[in-house]
């Protein structure tokens, strides 16, 4: 087989001959860069809202606390989420419900579990919600920008067969749980089994990127607070609903994937969000 990439991307011309999803060992223990990425994405999405938080005059210790109990909280909610939607894979076995090295997090319900601290928190400090929401809205879509890198380096969230500019192929014998459909398009070069597939993972992360520097443009024009925030979710369900459909491991109610079912009523509920929002403000102008 000799030295053939284990990651290529034929139609850019990306070779990456040896990526390890372990980064080094502790104590015989493997470390993952799935976690290392995830980590540097919470820490820069929280440097982003603390230096908002001093541009704005708010406390920067309030995000500080957020970040704190919002990363448990997500951690548990997109784990519940997971397994609410992949029930068939823990009904045998509940205990690995806790099994977290093994995978298993679903963004949605980490947003879900996050904005639902967000609330309880500023509830109980007597914060204004809508102008938290505005200045941590840009730092999570950081975090999730960098944070879908981990994706990448797991061989996983990919989408189905494709030949477009973006082809992306790994190495089949590295990649588990892959769609039939997938397989079916398998290319064998120099002895070794590729499948290629929508590098999803990128997508999502590009997008993001997009939509982040909307979010920054606009913050200089906001006209009311929850009007950032508003738009994040806009954003971020438009091109999840495209995205997902191009998956090939979405979690499924029937014969609907449910992040493409959720991303529609949060497009909706965002639109709705804004309008009365600006409504409101005029209101009180007035």
């Known amino acids: 087989m000799g030295n053939m990439p284990e990651i290529w991307f034929p139609h850019l011309g990306i070779e990456i001959e040896h990526l390890s999803r372990v980064a080094f060992h502790i104590f015989g223990q493997e470390v993952y860069w799935y976690g290392i990425i995830i980590g540097i994405g919470v820490l820069l999405a929280l440097a982003l809202a603390l230096h908002e938080a001093k541009r704005t005059g708010q406390n920067p210790e309030n995000y500080v606390d957020v970040a704190l109990f919002g990363i448990i909280f997500a951690v548990i909610g997109a784990r519940m989420y997971y397994v609410i939607f992949s029930w068939e894979l823990y009904a045998d076995n509940p205990l690995k419900i806790f099994a977290l090295r093994e995978g298993g997090l679903a963004i949605y319900g980490g947003i879900i579990a996050g904005i639902i601290t967000v609330i309880v928190y500023t509830k109980k400090k007597g914060l204004n919600f809508w102008l938290v929401a505005d200045t941590a809205a840009p730092s999570l879509l950081l975090g999730q920008i960098i944070g879908r890198w981990g994706n990448f380096f797991n061989r996983e969230a990919f989408g189905g067969y494709t030949d477009n500019l973006f082809a992306m192929r790994y190495l089949k014998e590295q990649v588990h749980n892959v769609n039939p459909s997938v397989l079916e398009h398998t290319l064998t070069i120099n002895g070794a089994e590729y499948i290629q597939v929508h590098p999803t993972f990128l997508y999502e992360s590009l997008w993001n990127l997009m939509i982040l520097i909307l979010l920054l443009l606009l913050k200089k024009r906001k006209k009311f607070d929850g009007q950032i925030f508003g738009c994040y979710i806009l ?7 495209w995205i997902e459909g191009l998956r090939t ?34 209101r009180l102008l007035n």
């Open 235 to 241: 954003g971020y369900a438009c091109g999840r609903v």
């Open 249 to 282: 491991d979405q979690l499924m109610i029937g014969n609907f994937a449910v992040s493409q079912l959720l991303s529609v009523m949060l497009m909706i509920g965002a639109v709705v969000l804004l309008w009365y929002l600006n409504k409101k403000e005029k």
